[in-house]
């Protein structure tokens, strides 16, 4: 029997599991949270504060109505589709394809009809766009 008094050692915590431990659940965490969508989104379209429009000698101005009817160059055209759209723009270029568009969408317009412009125009080869907006200290007045 050995009854001599053993040299007491200090118990050591290792952290590394328990760092390695924690590691794991933040990447769960991180993989596993959904992050809150918005449904809803309250927009007011379009403002912009911008320098004063420049008056372009190629420009070709768009004009799209709350409901979906277009003018070019303050000419009304007759339907709304793209071939239709494409051929009023051709028409109303006078420097062909280094025409600048300019659209001047309603704020309530739909988004197909702006679409709708853009696609006549690529079709058109026109490619330099632009859009128009109000200031937005001028947003409330009508």
Not at 57 to 65: A, G, N, Q
């Amino acid at each position: 029997m050995n009854f001599r008094p053993r040299a007491k050692e200090e118990p050591e915590i290792n952290l590394i599991p328990f760092i390695d431990v924690l590691l794991v659940i933040l990447i769960f965490l991180m993989l596993s949270t959904t992050y809150s969508k918005f449904t809803e989104l309250q927009l007011r379209l379009p403002v912009a504060d911008a320098d004063a429009q420049r008056d372009y000698p190629k420009e070709v101005i768009v004009t799209v109505s709350a409901d979906g009817r277009y003018t070019v160059n303050r000419v009304p055209v007759e339907g709304r589709s793209v071939e239709t759209m494409a051929v009023a723009l051709v028409e109303a270029a006078k420097a062909g394809k280094d025409s600048v568009i300019i659209i001047s969408a309603d704020a309530m317009a739909a988004h197909q009809s702006v679409i709708t412009v853009m696609e006549a125009a690529r079709r058109s080869g026109m490619n330099q766009i632009t859009f128009a907006t109000q200031p937005s200290g001028q947003a409330g007045h009508r």
